[in-house]
T-cell receptor, first 110, second 113 residues
Framework: RKEVEQDPGPFNVPEGATVAFNCTYS??????FFWYRQDCRKEPKLLMS???SGNEDGRFTAQLNRASQYISLLIRDSKLSDSATYLC???????????FGSGTKLNVKP | DGGITQSPKYLFRKEGQNVTLSCEQNLNHDAMYWYRQDPGQGLRLIYY???????QKGDIAEGYSVSREKKESFPLTVTSAQKNPTAFYLCASNGGGASNEQFFGPGTRLTVL
């Protein structure tokens, strides 16, 4: 079983739509959680960290459910520039290793 | 500007040759990582190092080797023993602390001819 699982998509949505991605992780020892954005043929870049209380950054909202071991990312009012692959990442602190999901591809259409 | 640099950006190798990918960081981070990414897939951990002169195998270490002689540098050698080395290679570092995020270099795209 993979450490981190994501729906690969693609999610094809019109501009202005709201879209949600989910991610599940298998190791209950996971302690830090992140969403990264990766554009085609580029390196991943941090979109936001995910905290137990949930957090919001503009149009982006991240939630963590430790009991069910899943993480979510909500994007409101989608822009063309949001088109990318979104990677779910968890960190197991004791080993300082990071586990990446395979990514969810988002295509925002005009 | 602080960051991670990788070189070269593109690398072509003949079968049977060893090649070394460079990774340098000036973020003063202790931990450094090498990942491999294949088309349409996530990142897989090759090797990581928590401190100078120490490193551990990741999930797909066979056919690769690393060294960590300096805090700033973590070069990766792709040996001829690596059966399918064509991939996108990403180096990352992590400073720990409250944010604990990883920072990535721009990557090296290796193609075996």
């Amino acid at each position: 079983r993979k450490e981190v699982e994501q729906d690969p998509g693609p999610f094809n949505v019109p501009e202005g739509a709201t879209v949600a991605f989910n991610c599940t992780y298998s190791n209950s020892a996971s302690q830090s959680f992140f969403w990264y954005r990766q554009d085609c043929r580029k390196e991943p870049k941090l979109l936001m960290s995910v905290y137990s209380s949930g957090n919001e950054d503009g149009r982006f909202t991240a939630q963590l459910n430790r009991a069910s071991q899943y993480i979510s990312l909500l994007i409101r009012d989608s822009k063309l520039s949001d088109s990318a692959t979104y990677l779910c990442v968890v960190n197991i602190y004791n080993f300082n290793k990071f586990y990446f999901g395979s990514g969810t591809k988002l295509n925002v259409k005009p | 500007d602080g960051g991670i640099t990788q070189s070269p950006k593109y690398l072509f190798r003949k079968e049977g040759q060893n090649v070394t990918l460079s990774c340098e960081q000036n973020l003063n981070h202790d931990a450094m990582y090498w990942y491999r990414q294949d088309p349409g897939q996530g990142l897989r951990l090759i090797y990581y190092s928590q401190i100078v002169n120490d490193f551990q195998k990741g999930d797909i270490a066979e056919g690769y080797s690393v060294s960590r002689e300096k805090k700033e540098s973590f070069p990766l050698t792709v040996t001829s023993a690596q059966k399918n080395p064509t991939a996108f290679y990403l180096c990352a570092s992590n400073g720990g602390g409250a944010s604990n995020e990883q920072f990535f270099g721009p990557g090296t795209r290796l193609t075996v001819l």
